[in-house]
């Protein structure tokens, strides 16, 4: 099975409206999906199986904050 990840990395400095091109309703990354976004930042060919031995989390997990 392959994944397809695209990464989109926004400035969030307004936290009271939608950032451009961000739907209203759409939630705030978490701490950890943040940490998967910078570790992909400095391994961009990481698989999610390698994120999550790394993470020290499931590889359900990463699907998850994936998603």
């Known amino acids: 099975m392959?994944?397809?990840?695209?990464?989109?990395?926004?400035?969030?400095?307004?936290?009271?409206a939608p950032q451009r091109g961000q739907k209203e309703g759409q939630k705030e990354l978490s701490p950890r999906q943040l940490d998967i976004i910078h570790l992909l930042e400095n391994t961009p060919d990481a698989t999610m199986p390698?994120?999550?031995?790394?993470?020290?989390?499931?590889y359900r997990t990463v699907r998850r904050d994936m998603e």
């Open 2 to 16: 392959q994944v397809k990840l695209e990464l989109k990395i926004v400035s969030a400095e307004n936290h009271t």
């Open 50 to 58: 390698k994120i999550a031995e790394v993470m020290a989390i499931t």
